[in-house]
C-alpha cells in the first residue's frame, strides 16, 4: 500500500468526474475552466505524491504543472477563442446520454484492463491506473466526438494530462527531462495549433471539422 | 417489549405526519428569506391543508373509483414508506420488514396511481401531466437503484437498518464512491419530488409544469391528501439520505435520553436539507423538459461510477 492512499484515491475519483464533465460540457469557453481544474487536481495529486516521497523533483514537477495547466494554457486557450470569436458557440454533440453510456463501457472496460497489470507489477496502486486509463479512454472519445478543432485540441490537452497523472501517481514521475521535454512539447503545440486555426478559418470559413470534409469532397 | 417496539414505531409515523408539512413550510420561508421576501411564515402548509380538509370536494362526472381512490392511495404509501426508514432510531419493526429496493418499489407504486388517476378522466392537462411524470419516474427509478446499491455493497446488505448500523460502526470516513452516490441521490431526490431544476413547485396551469398538472382535477380533501403526501415524500427522501450518507445521531440503543437526542439530531438534519434544497432551488434556473433526461442521466452515471468506484478501490 502506498502511503497517503486515501487521498490520492479521492483525487483519482475527482479526476474521472472531471473528465466526464468535459465529455458533457458543450460551451468552449466552460470547456476551458474545467480543464484548469483538471490541471489543478492533477498539480495536487502531483503535490501529494511529492510530499509521500520527499522528492524534490517531484515539488518542482508540481509547480510546473501548475504554472502550465492552470494559468499558462488555460489563459492562452482563453485567449485564442476569445480571437476567433468561438468561445460562446454551443457544439452539437450526439445525444449526451448515449456519449455517457458510451462512456461508461470505456471506464469497465479500462478498470478490468487494469486488473492484470496491477496484478503483474508490485505495490502499484490499481485503481489509479484504471482510473488513469479510463481518462485517456475518455479524452480520446472526446476528440473523437467533438466536431470543432479547438475542442479537439482540449480532448488533446485533456490526455496528456491523464498520461502525467498516471506517471506520476503509478511511479512517482518520469526523469526531469522527459518532464520538461513533454511541458515544452504542450506549451509549443498550443502555439502552433493557435496559428493554424487561423489558417484553417481563412482557408475553410470555419473551425467545423465535419464542414471542412464536406467542401473537401465537393471539390 | 414488543409493545415498545411498535410504540416507537408509531411515534415515528406521527412525527412524520406532523413534521412533514412544517418542512414543506420551512424550505419556502428559506426560498422566500433568499430571494428578499418576508415569506408566508413557517405554518402556511397546514393552514392550506386546513382549509382544503374544510372545503367541500368536486369529483367530475367522468371521473371512475379510481379517481377518488387515489388520493387515499398515494397518502398511505406515503405513510408506508415513512415507516419503512429507519430515521430516528434503528429498533423499528417495520424498518426490518423490507428492504431499500421494496422502498423504491413503494414509490413506483404511488406514482403509478397518480398516473393512471390523471390519465382517467382523459383531459389534456392531465393525460400530459401523467406522460411527463412517468417518463421523469422511470429515468429516476435505475438512478436511484444504483444510488442504493453502493451503501449496500459496502455493507453487505440492501436493508436500511444493517446500513446504518454498519456506516454508523465505521465512523466518519470519506468514500470516494459514496461522495458520487451522495451527489446522485441529490439529483434524483429533485426529480423525483418535482423540484425546481426538474420541475417548479410554484406554477399552476403552465405548459411546463409536471406534478401540479397530475392534480388539476382535485379539490378539497383529496387535493389536501395529496399535497400532504408529497410533503411527507420529500421528507421521507431526506430520511432516506440522513440514513445513507450520514447515519451518525440514528439511535443504536433503546434509551428514552438516546430517543431524545436523536430526534433532535434528525430535526437538525432536516433543517440543513431544507435550506440547502432552497438554495438549490434558487442558484438553478428550471431545465426544459427535454434536458431532463440528461440531468437524470448524469445522475445515474454519477451513481454508476461510485459503485465502480467501490469495486476498484475495494473500500
Known amino acids: 500500500m502506498m502511503p497517503l492512499a486515501a487521498p490520492i484515491n479521492l483525487l483519482a475519483a475527482l479526476f474521472l468526474l472531471v473528465v466526464f464533465a468535459m465529455l458533457w460540457q458543450r ?11 483538471q490541471g489543478t487536481i492533477l498539480t495536487l495529486s502531483i503535490a501529494l505524491a511529492a510530499y509521500a516521497t520527499h522528492s ?68 502499484i496502486n490499481r485503481a489509479i491506473i484504471g482510473i488513469a486509463l479510463a481518462s485517456i479512454l475518455l479524452s480520446l472519445l472526446m476528440m473523437i466526438l467533438r466536431a470543432t478543432a479547438l475542442s479537439q485540441v482540449i480532448g488533446f490537452l485533456a490526455m496528456e494530462n491523464s498520461l502525467i497523472f498516471a506517471a506520476t501517481s503509478v511511479t512517482y514521475g518520469m526523469p526531469m527531462v522527459i518532464e520538461f521535454g513533454i511541458a515544452l512539447d504542450v506549451i509549443v503545440g498550443v502555439f502552433i495549433l493557435g496559428v493554424f486555426f487561423f489558417h484553417i478559418r481563412e482557408q475553410f470559413d470555419s473551425l467545423d471539422i465535419d464542414r471542412i470534409e464536406r467542401r473537401e469532397e465537393s471539390r | 417489549m414488543i409493545a415498545h417496539l411498535f410504540m416507537r414505531q408509531g411515534v415515528q409515523i406521527l412525527f412524520v405526519l406532523a413534521m412533514a408539512p412544517l418542512l414543506a413550510g420551512w424550505v419556502r420561508q428559506c426560498r422566500a428569506w433568499l430571494a428578499n421576501r418576508a415569506g408566508a411564515g413557517l405554518l402556511q402548509p397546514y393552514r392550506e391543508l386546513l382549509r382544503l380538509l374544510r372545503k367541500q370536494p368536486v369529483v367530475p362526472h367522468e371521473a371512475s373509483a379510481l379517481f377518488v381512490a387515489t388520493p387515499y392511495i398515494v397518502f398511505t404509501t406515503m405513510v408506508v414508506a415513512s415507516a419503512l426508514v429507519p430515521m430516528i432510531t434503528i429498533h423499528l419493526p417495520l424498518a426490518g420488514a423490507a428492504d431499500a429496493v421494496v422502498l423504491a418499489g413503494v414509490f413506483s407504486l404511488a406514482r403509478i396511481f397518480a398516473a393512471l388517476a390523471a390519465m382517467d378522466l382523459g383531459t389534456g392537462f392531465g393525460s400530459m401531466g401523467a406522460r411527463r411524470a412517468m417518463l421523469v419516474g422511470f429515468l429516476a427509478e435505475p438512478a436511484l437503484l444504483m444510488v442504493l446499491f453502493t451503501p449496500a455493497l459496502i455493507s453487505g446488505s440492501t436493508s436500511l437498518v444493517v446500513i446504518v448500523r454498519q456506516l454508523a460502526r465505521h465512523g466518519v470516513i470519506l468514500y470516494p464512491s459514496m461522495a458520487f452516490a451522495a451527489v446522485a441521490y441529490v439529483m434524483v431526490t429533485l426529480a423525483e419530488n ?12 403552465e405548459l411546463t409544469m409536471i406534478h401540479e398538472a397530475l392534480n388539476l382535477e382535485y379539490s378539497g380533501r383529496y387535493l389536501a391528501l395529496i399535497e400532504w403526501g408529497a410533503a411527507i415524500k420529500l421528507f421521507v427522501y431526506i430520511g432516506i439520505g440522513a440514513a445513507l450518507f ?12 438516546g430517543l431524545a437526542i436523536a430526534y433532535a439530531l434528525f430535526s437538525a438534519k432536516l433543517a440543513t436539507a431544507g435550506a440547502g434544497l432552497a438554495v438549490i432551488e434558487t442558484v438553478f434556473a428550471k431545465l ?28
Not at chain 1, 501548475?66 to 458557440?89: E, M, S
Open chain 1, 56 to 123: 524534490a523533483h517531484l515539488y518542482a514537477s508540481a509547480c510546473l504543472n501548475g504554472l502550465l495547466k492552470i494559468v499558462l494554457v488555460p489563459a492562452l486557450l482563453r485567449r485564442l477563442a476569445r480571437r476567433l470569436d468561438v468561445q460562446w458557440d454551443r457544439e452539437s454533440l450526439v445525444q449526451v446520454s448515449t456519449v455517457m453510456l458510451i462512456g461508461l463501457g470505456l471506464v469497465i472496460f479500462a478498470f478490468n484492463a487494469a486488473l492484470p497489470i496491477a496484478a503483474a507489477g508490485h505495490g
Open chain 2, 194 to 205: 418535482a423540484r425546481l431544476p426538474v420541475d417548479n413547485p410554484d406554477t399552476h396551469l
Open chain 1, 27 to 37: 460551451r468552449l469557453a466552460n470547456l476551458i475552466t474545467i480543464y484548469a481544474w
Open chain 2, 246 to 257: 450520514f447515519p451518525w445521531g440514528i439511535a443504536q440503543g433503546t434509551s428514552s435520553a
Open chain 2, 288 to 315: 426544459r423538459l427535454f434536458r431532463v433526461p440528461e440531468f437524470l442521466g448524469t445522475a445515474f452515471l454519477l451513481a454508476v461510477l461510485g459503485l465502480l468506484m467501490r469495486y476498484l478501490f475495494g473500500h
